[in-house]
């Protein structure tokens, strides 16, 4: 079974919520709980490194684009980790997320 775990850190005062390999409609509502948690810490920008995430449903889709709608109206940044041309990337892409979302293809990015 794949970790489910969403790990929430603090990197040059940037929150970092790590995801999972998969999200779906049974792991989104954690996804949603991960990113409050980060954005009750006050932090200006918040990042989600989805760099191990191999699948994301249409909830995880919901829960990322409610959080950037969160974020922004908190004067924040929200950003997304994704390594480029993987399957990640190409479902922003196709979905047009990626336009509402800045995408990093590191964490050091």
Known sequence: MPDTSYLYTTIDGAAVVRTPAEIDITTADQLRAALLEASAGKHPVIVVDMTGT??????????????????????????????????????????????MLPCFPSLAE
Not at 54 to 64: I, T
Not at 79 to 88: H, I, K, M, Q, S
């Open 54 to 99: 191999v699948f994301c449903d249409s909830s995880g889709l919901h829960a990322l684009a409610r959080a950037r709608n969160r974020a922004s109206a908190e004067n924040r940044d929200l950003r997304l980790v994704v390594p480029a041309g993987g399957t990640v990337d190409r479902i922003l892409t196709l979905t047009g997320l990626s336009t």
